[in-house]
């Protein structure tokens, strides 16, 4: 089992910065050995991939986030962090974290994660 807890989320206009913490523990695995990822969905869509981040630090991104969007963690403190930079009004989402046990190719795909956090809201204004 893993447990995530999520904060962070919030309002911000278009242009603007928000970061993402998830604090993570479990009892089943080795928290730093997790695969690590972060996902979101807008009313009336799937949820979509955003960015993920494996034991080693190594972090694979959706195109849509390249170059504004940073996933890192904490593995002294269990922490999962997603900075994002210039976000969009199309941005606007529940923003989840997730974990699946250790990969040696952690990406945002969703099937591939079974632990979930409760989400956190993200709304960008234009």
Known sequence: QVQLVESGGGSVQAGGSLRLSCA???????????????????????????????????T????????????????????????MNSLQPEETAMYYCAARGPSDNCRP?????GYWGQGTQVTVSS
């Open 24 to 58: 993570v523990s479990t009892y089943t695995y080795t928290t730093w050995t997790l695969c690590l990822g972060r996902f979101r969905q807008a009313p009336g869509k799937e949820r979509e991939g955003v960015a993920a981040i494996g034991a080693m630090g190594r």
């Open 60 to 83: 694979n991104y959706v195109d849509s986030v390249k170059g504004r969007f940073t996933i890192s963690r904490d593995n002294t403190k269990n922490m999962l962090y997603l900075q």
């Open 109 to 113: 795909v969703r099937s591939e994660f």
